[in-house]
């Protein structure tokens, strides 16, 4: 078996195009990656990919994707494999925080939509092309905010039910996250797909800095000045796409560059199975790897 190396390899990076994902997405293509990244927004990709281009002196590609429309997950997913035969890095990085109540395309609560719903649908659209790359890794990019749910009702997905706070919105999808790289790792053990999860620390970007509450929004830039810059904020997702030997840690969390326990409704597999069941019947995909 060949030893890991970033060289050389494919990698897909949702959110590709700011903050975490972009510094990400820089590094990787530094280190000889073939980068690809996934953006809403043309014009924004466009600029990320000059930019990066412009910095790294390698190309990189772009891809159109709304997280939080089924419709543009699955065209998507269908351009990206009739380019790329494998698919050896996918890193589940793009999010939202929102203040107030939104609804996706498809009519879900947006935050969980585009955090947890539209990423399980790609991963699930993408995955024989993991497969075909022989040894393939997905990376989840998650929050230590999914310490904060002391309960999750999967059936609740994918609405709100009663009084919404954004917060809790964005933890309840963080934990999905968490749940959802444990069983993916789970459903792939046997197989050269692993999976893993993390939490990046805290990033000054502009999650919920355009953020739909004033509160929030404040916190939020006054916070900024004592958190870590997009470069340092992606080294725990880099670590995971480039470190040689860690198929032996695959479902497991990392925080700031370090393995780290995840909470405990994050590691209840009940909760992790049933997350999986109710997301395939959501987005219409019957996502089984252990078949
Ligand atoms: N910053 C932190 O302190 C922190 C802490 C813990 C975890 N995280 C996690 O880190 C990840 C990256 O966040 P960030 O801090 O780098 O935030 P960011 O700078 O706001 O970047 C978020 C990225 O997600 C993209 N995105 C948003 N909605 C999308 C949609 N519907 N479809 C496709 N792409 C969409 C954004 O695209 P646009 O540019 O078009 O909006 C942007 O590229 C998130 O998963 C976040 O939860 C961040």
Do not use: C
Not at 43 to 56: D, H, L, Q, S
Request: glycine share 10%; proline share 4%.
């Amino acid at each position: 078996m060949e030893p890991w190396t970033i060289r050389g390899r494919s990698a897909l990076i949702t959110g590709g195009n700011a903050g975490i994902g972009r510094a990400t997405a820089t590094e990787l293509a530094r280190r000889g990656a073939d980068v690809t990244i996934g953006v809403r927004d043309r014009g924004r990709g466009e600029a990320a990919v000059a930019a990066i281009e412009e910095e790294t002196g390698r190309s990189v590609g772009i891809l159109d994707i709304d997280l939080a429309s089924i419709d543009s997950v699955r065209t998507a997913a269908e351009r990206f494999a009739a380019d790329h035969p494998r698919l050896d890095v996918l890193l589940l990085n793009a999010g939202v925080f929102y203040g107030r109540h939104r609804t996706t395309v498809d009519g879900f609560e947006a935050t969980i939509g585009i955090n947890h719903l539209g990423h399980f649908l790609l991963a699930g659209l993408l995955f024989p092309r993991l497969l075909a790359a022989g040894a393939a890794r997905v990376i989840t990019v998650a929050s230590s905010a999914h310490h904060r749910p002391r309960t999750f009702d999967v059936d609740e997905l994918p609405d709100w039910r009663g009084r919404y706070r954004g917060m809790d919105a964005y933890a309840r999808s963080k934990l999905a996250n968490v749940l959802f790289a444990t069983e993916l790792a789970r459903r792939t053990a046997g197989t050269r797909v692993s999976s893993y999860s993390l939490h990046p620390g805290m990033v000054s970007t502009r999650i919920a800095q355009d953020g739909d509450t004033v509160l929030v929004g404040l916190l939020w830039k006054l916070g900024r000045f004592r958190f870590l810059g997009p470069t340092d904020g992606a080294a725990t997702s880099v670590m995971l796409a480039t470190a040689p030997d860690i198929e032996d840690r695959s479902g497991r969390y990392f925080s700031e560059g370090r393995e780290a326990r995840p909470s405990r409704l994050a590691q209840d597999p009940q909760i992790a199975r049933r997350l999986w069941r109710r997301s395939e019947e959501i987005v219409g995909l019957r996502f089984r790897p252990d078949r």
